[in-house]
C-alpha cells in the first residue's frame, strides 16, 4: 500500500511539474516548444510548430488573429457559390512576410500556410542558394470554381480556395526565377526551386510541381488537405 502511496505521489509531482511547465508565466519553456502557447509564424520551428498549426486554422478567428502578424491582407465576408464553390473564412491576400503578391482572395488557412512556407523556406532557401532575398511572390490563382482537370464530378481544391498556385520569385535585386524557364537552369536556380518544392511540403499537404506532370511544368501546386504527395 506504501509503494502504491508513493508512486501516486511521483506521479502527482511530475504532472504538476509539467502542467507548471507549460502554463505559469514564468516558464523557462520557450514559446515555440510550448503547445499551450500560440503559433507565431516568426517563431523557430520545433517538432510541436505542426500541433499548432492545426489548432489555429482549425478556429476562424485565430486564423486571422496570426496570420494578421505575418501577412498583409483584409478581411471579407465568407464567399458562398453554388455547384460546392465558396471560401469560407475569406481574405484579400496582398503579402506575406517580406514578399508582396498581387493581391488575390484565398482562405486564411491558405495565407497563413503560405506565410510559414515564405518564412522558413523560401526565404532561407533563396539566401542559400542565390544569395539574396525574395520581394515578390507570383502566382497563378487561389479560388477557381471547376473540378479536377479530368473529372466531371471531383472538385478542385481550388473551389473553396484551400490551395494556391505559385509560378515564380522576383528577389530583391528584381531577379525574376520562374519554374517554367528555370526548372532546368543553373545549377543555383535548379538548386532553389528544389528547395522550395521539397520546404512547400513542410507546410502544405499537396505539393504538385514540374516533376508530378506537365499540367504543372509552370507552377507549384499547393493545397491544404491531402496524402502527403509531394512531387
Avoid at 11 to 33: L, Q
Avoid at 90 to 105: I, K, M, N, Y
Avoid at 156 to 161: G, I, M
Avoid at 212 to 229: I, P
Wanted: aromatic share 8%; hydrophobic share 40%.
Amino acid at each position: 500500500m506504501l509503494s502504491i502511496l508513493s508512486a501516486i505521489a511521483a506521479f502527482s509531482a511530475v504532472a504538476f511539474g509539467i502542467y507548471w511547465a507549460f502554463t505559469d508565466p514564468r516558464s523557462p519553456v520557450p514559446r515555440e516548444w510550448n503547445p499551450l502557447e500560440e503559433l507565431a509564424v516568426s517563431d523557430p520551428v520545433t517538432p510541436v510548430t505542426a500541433f499548432k498549426l492545426r489548432r489555429v486554422v482549425a478556429d476562424p478567428a485565430t486564423c486571422l488573429r496570426v496570420l494578421g502578424g505575418a501577412a498583409q491582407y483584409t478581411p471579407m465576408e465568407p464567399l458562398e457559390a453554388a455547384d460546392r464553390c465558396g471560401i469560407a473564412n475569406r481574405v484579400d491576400l496582398s503579402g506575406v512576410g517580406a514578399s508582396r503578391l498581387q493581391t488575390v482572395e484565398t482562405a486564411c488557412e491558405t495565407a497563413l500556410r503560405l506565410a510559414m512556407w515564405e518564412r522558413h523556406g523560401i526565404q532561407p532557401a533563396a539566401l542559400e542558394h542565390l544569395g539574396q532575398g525574395v520581394r515578390s511572390l507570383r502566382h497563378i490563382g487561389s479560388y477557381n470554381c471547376r473540378p479536377i482537370r479530368g473529372s466531371r464530378s471531383r472538385m478542385s481544391t481550388h473551389a473553396t480556395a484551400s490551395s494556391i498556385d505559385i509560378g515564380g520569385v522576383t528577389l530583391v535585386d528584381g531577379t525574376r526565377v520562374e519554374l517554367l524557364s528555370d526548372w532546368d537552369g543553373t545549377p543555383a536556380q535548379q538548386a532553389f526551386l528544389r528547395a522550395l518544392r521539397d520546404s512547400g511540403c513542410q507546410w502544405f499537404s499537396t505539393v504538385l510541381g514540374p516533376d508530378y506532370n506537365a499540367l504543372h511544368a509552370d507552377h507549384f501546386h499547393l493545397q491544404n488537405k491531402g496524402w502527403g504527395t509531394c512531387r
